[in-house]
């Protein structure tokens, strides 16, 4: 692994020892970088290329460049909704997969330079640095590696050029608090025309450790180096935003075969939970759309996750240890939509009322140890004074002390918070939490995985006036926060949104079905929890239905199954429709990217109407699968006419 370093990071004298006695660290710690992150619990990353003018989420890498030209782009309006929603940090993307440069790259011509925007004089990465400085946020990149233009991609010269680009963007926007790289590399793309497959070794071909990281590590020593194996930060396995209840900041990644791992090869096993035992300070990035998609799409405006749902999120990722890393979507003019914003600012208010007063601020302590007896540098009234590293510590040899809170008077909460001092490392196994009632002890709340930070929610608020904390370590503790609170009342948006609805299903005949196994009836019961699970067929296979009569169609929607599972989602599809069944016309076909990680609801809008009564719904390839047989799953499945139309959501 490529780290920076388990170095100590303390209160020192001159030399760089320990003062006052400290504890020793125990295990990995995090360096400067690290903490900053830790620091730093929210930020987003804006999705923004020609993709989003051709209403898809992965660019094929043919979009002409003439298609980028967003005429009312507004870089400080996107910062400043990101920033109300608490946001401390902004992640450009300055290339996705489809390999279009937000930035005038000398590495390729496919970049905004040659693009009408801003009369080919602009720089978009830029304008995103400058806009988010502007509201005191920090700054990250995000550069794909997989580059599905790029005719190279595949060779040395385009992993050559890669690294140019990284040095290109490291030394011309200021300090970066991230370098952001994902799994996807390799798979079918436009490559210079080529139009095919094309297959990587990913734990080879960016020479991430030898050539890549290396740069990174020279030009911005400030930034956290994030793919699902770290080495900083590591991905928590899903882009739901959540990490599990559990979830150790410590890590040792490994390959799928048990080799050497790298983006995209990596043994997935423990990306959420992370190990307690891990050799690294690998902490997990919670990553999230705030629509469905992390590009926009008109047909998702209904389905902006609302203020609740976003601090739900943030309970478990932040509140869990790891960081949140929330996706937004500028339209194709270049702003954030009118219901993004209101969700957006809606939940800053909420986190701001939730989190501004600590209800234990005047709580009296009664600990069962204090370290060396110094109540001035060890003691419990650490825990209140707002410095994530100022901490209550026991005496080595005393590692499961407890903790009494006298609240000054009768309080009503629903949330707990704990913080380690992490500099010192993640020391906690677990922390219970008691309150005094009816003249005992009885069990409230208990958590694992403590470290930089650990909110526990309450199915209900209760009152209480005396609290216990016992806590279990294999060391001295470092316990450096204590907070109570309550959350602030449920917020909505004050936007209004369309639905989009789908034409009455229950006319819907089935009159070809190449599967001929499971129950097609689940893919059309208004059920998202049930599927049409097939067995596995060679593919490319079809399904053809008879809607009962004739609806000008303006285009149809996939749901892929909902339970967590990956067998059968559709990646690449053809829709046909017909009059009479006899004669048909293809009026889409294409992919549905990113579905294993983000399995949410695919709409594909027609370029034109089509009067048609039969469509024909064909599968060309499933996710994940290499050859040529699979089974197919379909939650839901439907179509959209002008009759249907949009309803108030």
């Not at 990250?140 to 595949?154: L, T």
């Not at 316990?479 to 989009?500: I, Q, T, Y």
């Not at 109407?609 to 699968?625: C, P």
Request: net charge negative; glycine share 10%.
């Amino acid at each position: 692994m490529w780290l920076a370093g388990l170095i100590v990071i303390g209160s020192c004298d001159s030399s760089g020892n320990r003062t006052k006695n400290e504890p020793a660290p125990y295990g990995p710690i995090p360096t400067a970088a690290q903490l900053n992150w830790h620091e730093m619990e929210l930020y987003c990353l804006i999705h923004f290329t020609p993709t989003t003018f051709q209403n898809k989420e992965w660019g094929f890498g043919d979009a002409p460049v003439s298609l980028f030209n967003p005429q009312h782009f507004d870089a400080n309006q996107i910062a400043a909704a990101a920033k109300s929603a608490g946001c401390n940090g902004l992640i450009s993307v300055a290339k996705h997969h489809d390999g279009f440069c937000l930035w005038p790259t000398k590495t390729t011509d496919y970049n905004i330079s040659n693009s009408p925007w801003r009369n080919g004089e602009g720089d978009m990465v830029k304008e995103f640095m400058e806009a988010a400085h502007k509201q005191g946020m920090q700054f990250g990149i995000y550069v794909s590696a997989w580059d599905r233009h790029d005719a190279a991609y595949g060779n040395e010269e385009y992993a050559e050029a890669y690294r140019e680009q990284l040095r290109e963007l490291y030394s011309g926007y200021g300090e970066l608090f991230t370098s952001w790289h994902d799994g996807a590399n390799g798979g079918d793309g436009y490559y210079g025309g080529a139009n095919e497959m094309r297959r990587i070794d990913r734990s080879t071909y960016y020479e991430w450790e030898e050539k890549t990281w290396p740069i990174t590590r020279e030009m911005q020593p400030t930034a956290v180096i994030f793919s699902d194996i770290g080495p900083d930060t590591r991905w928590v396995g899903n882009e739901k935003g959540i990490a599990p209840e559990t979830s150790w900041a410590t890590f040792t990644p490994i390959g799928p075969d048990g080799g050497k791992a790298a983006p995209g090869h990596v043994d997935d096993r423990f990306l959420g939970s992370g190990q307690r035992d891990g050799k690294f300070w690998i902490p997990a990035e919670c990553d999230v759309p705030l629509r469905p998609g992390w590009f926009y799409h008109p047909e998702q405006d209904h389905q902006v996750k609302t203020p609740d749902q976003l601090f739900d999120l943030y309970l478990k990722s932040v509140g869990r240890g790891a960081a949140l890393n929330l996706g937004l979507a500028p339209d194709t003019n270049g702003l954030l939509h009118a219901a993004d914003v209101a969700s957006l600012e809606g939940f800053g208010k909420k986190l701001a009322q939730t989190f501004s007063t600590n209800l234990a601020a005047e709580a009296r302590f009664e600990t069962s140890n204090v370290r060396d007896g110094d109540t001035d540098h060890f003691g419990a009234r650490n825990l209140i004074d707002n410095d994530r590293y100022s901490y209550w510590a026991s005496d080595d040899g005393v590692t499961s002390p407890e903790l009494i809170i006298d609240l000054e008077r009768a309080t009503t909460f629903d949330l707990i918070r704990l913080r380690e001092n992490i500099k010192l490392g993640q020391r906690l196994d677990s922390v219970w939490v008691d309150m005094w009632q009816g003249g005992e002890w009885a069990p409230l709340a208990h958590a694992t995985s403590i470290g930089a930070s650990r909110i526990i929610p309450l199915e209900k608020p209760v009152t209480a006036h005396r609290l216990r904390l016992r806590l279990f370590a294999p060391v001295a503790v470092a316990l450096s926060d204590f907070g109570l609170f309550k959350e602030a009342n449920p917020s909505r948006p004050s936007h209004s949104v369309m639905e989009r609805v789908g034409v009455d299903r229950t006319g819907w005949r089935l009159i070809d079905n190449g599967f001929e196994n499971g129950d097609p009836a689940l893919a059309v019961d208004g059920r998202t929890e049930t599927f049409w699970l097939t067995e596995g067929k060679k593919l490319p296979q079809q399904v053809a239905i008879d809607m009962g009569r004739t609806h000008t169609v303006t285009g149809f929607s996939y749901l892929p199954r909902q339970d967590g599972e990956t067998a059968g989602l559709v990646s690449r599809f053809q829709l046909t429709t017909s009059n009479d069944g006899n004669t048909w016309e293809t009026v889409a076909l294409g992919e549905f990217a990113n579905i294993v990680a983000n399995p949410a609801m695919q709409y594909v809008a027609f370029d034109d109407e089509v009067e048609a009564r039969y469509f024909r719904f064909t599968i060309d390839a499933v996710a994940g699968v290499v050859g040529d047989r699979s089974p197919v799953s379909i939650a839901e499945f439907n179509i959209y006419d002008q009759e249907a139309g949009d309803r108030p959501k």
